[in-house]
């Protein structure tokens, strides 16, 4: 069983729209949970930290459900500059991050 | 405040040749991380260095290793170039305080082995 799975996508929304995703995760003791964007080409951007039940940056919000092991992450009023490679990352332990292949993300104008 | 660089962009080189590559750490960040990333996959964890030791490492073989230097700047050196190794190499450094384990990526290494 993969250490991160996601989603692959892709999803294909309108400007303006609500699109969320989830990613689940394999190992319980991860205690740090992160989603970075990655455009194409370049390099992850650390988005959001997730170090509790969830947080809200703007129009991204990010839930953790620790009992189930997943976490989503949900984008409001899309907008055409969302459109890019979403990777759920996890900490299991204090050195690396475990990374999924990413939810690719696509807003249309 | 000054961004994690790597170098160089880009590199071809034939199977068999060794590589190196290097990169400077965010100004404030001790630890650095070096990851792979194929074409299609996320980034897959290789090994961190900190305070010039190596801190944890993923499922590589030994012929990938690294170097971290006083000034926490860090190499990754990869002998006997398989095809495989066709990657993006990105180096991400960390630092300490509560947000430790946050890391910030440089722009990478597109290593093209034929």
């Known amino acids: 069983r993969k250490e991160v799975e996601q989603d692959p996508g892709p999803f294909n929304v309108p400007e303006g729209a609500t699109v969320a995703f989830n990613c689940t995760y394999s190992?319980?003791?991860?205690?740090?949970f992160f989603w970075y964007r990655q455009d194409c080409r370049k390099e992850p951007k650390l988005l959001m930290s997730?170090?509790?039940s969830g947080n809200e940056d703007g129009r991204f919000t990010a839930q953790l459900n620790r009992a189930s092991q997943y976490i989503s992450l949900l984008i409001r009023d899309s907008k055409l500059s969302d459109s890019a490679t979403y990777l759920c990352v996890v900490n299991p332990n204090d050195y690396k991050l475990s990374f999924g292949a990413g939810t690719t993300v696509t807003v249309r104008a | 405040e000054t961004g994690v660089t790597q170098s160089p962009t880009h590199l071809i080189k034939t199977r068999g040749q060794q590589v190196t590559l290097r990169c400077s750490s965010q100004s404030g960040h001790n630890t650095v991380s070096w990851y792979q990333q194929a074409l299609g996959q996320g980034p897959q964890f290789i090994f961190q260095y900190y305070r010039e030791e190596e801190n944890g490492r993923g499922n590589f073989p030994p012929r990938f290793s690294g170097l971290q230097f006083p000034n926490y700047s860090s190499e990754l050196n990869v002998n006997a170039l398989e095809l495989d190794d066709s990657a993006l190499y990105l180096c991400a450094s960390s630092g300490q305080g509560t947000h430790y384990n946050e890391q910030f990526f440089g722009p990478g290494t597109r290593l093209t082995v034929l």
């Open positions: 190992n319980s003791a991860s205690q740090s």
């Open positions: 997730v170090y509790s």
